[in-house]
């Protein structure tokens, strides 16, 4: 792997910037990936809603379902591309076979639900990774960088939904009123394939690169984080540097060296009287040192290295002193299980006994204080619209029926026997008639008491005021004397 050939700046980044990283990718080699995704990825996107033409629904599943092997065409593209080898359409094509044909019962199967698959996508498609290794690798890169590529996976699911809605809202706005196809029938009827897969193929198209080039650039960061690419590229800089230095200082020593050979062969070379000084070698190997050592103090003052965790954890340094023998059975199990119950045991009979005393304690102060009870609630006055407060009713209900009979109120005789018989069964009988009941509800909550000549009667009493209050038919004075009879040989004694 040739590092300085990246075309983008090695350095550490934040999870989310290599995300942005990642689009930036898209968007610098953008008509290379989509050039070859429309050529490659489309026509199979085709023909599986052609053959499952039928069935809309299932070409829509098998769409979705090989969105892993679709991924595999951006990542070549991207990851060729930013090592400065930009793939053609031709070549791409090429690569399909194998990149199509490796490693599949994985990604087509549990790996297909992983929620940071374009973050393991290039551990096995660039490094080639498989079994044991592989997951040995991802568990290696992943760190805390996997929260982020689930998040990314999430973000461009929501994106890819965007985009589908988009185009069904763009298309029912196209659409004349007059030829309206309802949402339903868009993606149930007979042209349903164009629905759905049409959405799909178009949602993939425009968000899958994205999510691919984000993962694999969270893929970057992690091994320039780990493998420390950034400061290899540094000490290679350094060293260029220090060889071109390397040799402007001995260029003037070869020049000397080369004018001295030239002035010995033409014998102007002076006597042994003469002493030519020539300049010292330069300290090659201190200025080598110092360059280094300078280099690793400006690498170690970035803020990543400035960062310092203290951490705390328990190693195990053995038994202090082994227990006597003679006390050991003290150790058992089974004598601490014992030993945690009654604790749980004589805690649970303290509160219950605060508890106790708390309820005493009020009690004895409500006897004191002379406090009673609340009150019961009051019956409710009325019941069907009817009064059935006992003041509101007469002292002898049969001689006041009998008497509205003889006046030819019969409706008004009825209804005084009908509330008086309800008024019974409020008060005296404490059945719960709520006030928006029906006759026929009361007569039922009557029934659910089991049967009775009292209830018997009730039956009959609400039959003739239901017709003399709804159907305008009251019985004769003849009839309601005899109800007026019988009120009182069933209710009379109680009432």
Not at 186 to 214: D, K, Q, R, T
Not at 419 to 436: C, E, N, S
Request: charged share 15%; proline share 7%; hydrophobic share 50%.
């Amino acid at each position: 792997m040739r590092l300085d050939t990246l075309a983008v700046a090695v350095r550490p980044r934040d999870s989310w910037e290599s995300i942005d990283l990642g689009f930036s990718m898209i968007r610098h080699f953008g008509r290379a990936v989509f050039a070859s995704w429309l050529a490659i990825v489309m026509p199979v996107i085709v023909f599986i809603e052609l053959v499952c033409i039928k069935m809309p629904w299932l070409g829509l599943l098998l769409v979705w379902w090989l969105k892993p092997l679709f991924d595999r065409i951006p990542l070549y593209i991207v990851s060729q591309a930013v090592f400065g080898t930009v793939p053609t359409v031709r070549q791409t094509l090429s690569a399909v076979p194998r990149l199509w044909s490796t490693f599949l019962l994985w990604p087509l199967t549990i790996g297909r639900f992983d929620p940071a698959r374009s973050f393991h996508l290039p551990v096995f498609q660039l490094e080639g990774l498989r079994g044991y290794t592989y997951r040995s690798r991802v568990r290696v890169l992943r760190g805390r960088t996997r929260k982020t590529a689930v998040w990314l996976t999430v973000v461009c699911m929501q994106f890819g939904l965007v985009v589908a809605l988009s185009l069904v809202s763009l298309a029912n706005l196209l659409i004349p009123a007059h030829a309206y196809i309802p949402l339903g029938r868009f993606f149930l009827g007979p042209h349903a394939w164009m629905g759905p897969g049409g959405l799909a193929a178009i949602s993939i198209i425009v968000v899958e690169p994205f999510y691919v080039a984000g993962g694999f650039a969270l893929y970057l960061n992690r091994r320039i984080l780990l493998e420390g690419w950034d400061i290899e590229l540094a000490f290679r800089r350094m060293a260029t540097r220090t060889g071109q230095s390397t040799a402007r200082a001995w260029a003037p020593v070869l020049l000397i060296y080369l004018t001295g050979v030239a002035m010995a062969a033409a014998g102007l070379w002076p006597g042994p009287g003469y002493a030519v000084q020539l300049p010292p070698p330069p300290q090659m190997k201190r200025v080598s040192d110092v360059g280094v050592r300078l280099a690793i103090a400006d690498i170690l003052r970035q803020p990543e290295f400035q960062t310092t965790t203290t951490g705390k954890t328990w190693k195990y340094i053995g038994q202090a002193s082994s227990p006597s023998r003679d006390h050991q059975w003290l150790d058992a199990k089974w004598l601490r299980v014992i030993g945690t119950g009654l604790e749980i045991l004589l805690w649970t009979l303290l509160a219950s006994a605060l508890v106790w005393l708390i309820v005493q304690r009020a009690n004895r102060h409500r006897g004191a204080t002379g406090a009673r009870p609340k009150p019961r609630a009051p019956e409710p006055p009325t019941v069907l619209g009817l009064s059935v407060a006992p003041a509101s009713l007469p002292r002898d209900i049969t001689a006041a029926a009998r008497s509205l009979s003889q006046e030819g109120q019969y409706t008004a005789a009825l209804s005084l026997l009908y509330r008086a018989a309800l008024a019974y069964w409020v008060t005296q009988a404490r059945i719960k008639m709520p006030a928006g009941a029906t006759e026929g509800d009361c007569l039922r909550l009557v029934n659910a008491r089991g049967a009775s000549p009292r209830g018997e009667y009730f039956a009959r009493l609400t039959a003739a005021w239901g017709g003399a209050a709804y159907g305008s038919a009251p019985p004769q004075a003849d009839k309601i004397d005899a109800l007026a009879s019988e009120w009182a040989r069933h209710f009379g004694a109680d009432a």
